[in-house]
């Protein structure tokens, strides 16, 4: 009897440890979007750079290492390593951001400048299918029932 209840048990504990939450993969995308704003202007600009690429936003230049997203059944979490440089007057470039960005928190590590501020708004993948979209069946209206073939007003 004992060695029956040790062995529930055990089988409990075991399944207690190893029955946590799964973690959902990352997923890399081939594009990250951002959104730049010209203080002096006051416009807000979004624009959309491939990885390892760069593009230039007034004076500085914008170049995605990697841009993460969780799948669409997980809670929303994009990230993406981004390096900025400025370009200075004789062409050269200093370097003002090197780090992580997160689109759900823009406020927390977005690359704030004397003239243009730069955050992540999210990742693209134009091969990727469409997210699922559920659509509700036609059951007509309480007082006339649906039709099949028949057009709608």
């Known amino acids: 009897m004992i060695r029956r209840l040790l062995l529930t048990a055990l089988l409990v504990l075991l399944a207690a440890c190893t029955c946590g939450p799964a973690k959902a993969e990352r997923v890399a995308n081939p594009i990250a979007v951002f959104a730049g704003l010209d203080k002096i202007t006051g416009v807000t600009t979004a ?7 760069e593009r230039r936003f007034g004076s500085v230049i914008v170049k995605p290492d990697v841009c993460y997203t969780r799948p669409p059944t997980e809670e929303p979490k994009t990230t ?15 370097s003002v951001f090197s780090g992580w960005m997160f689109a759900e928190s823009p406020g927390l590590n977005a690359m704030e400048h004397a003239t243009y ?4 708004t999210g990742c693209r993948d134009p091969n990727a299918p469409p997210p699922a979209v559920e659509v509700a069946p036609d059951t007509g209206t309480p ?11």
């Not at 993406?80 to 200093?94: A, G, M, P």
């Not at 501020?117 to 992540?120: K, P, Q």
């Open 143 to 153: 007082d006339q029932p649906a039709k099949e073939g028949e057009p709608e007003d």
């Open 80 to 94: 993406s390593f981004v390096q900025i440089d400025q370009v200075e007057t004789d062409n050269t470039r200093k």
């Open 47 to 53: 624009f959309e750079i491939p990885i390892g690429q």
């Open 117 to 120: 501020d730069v955050w992540l």
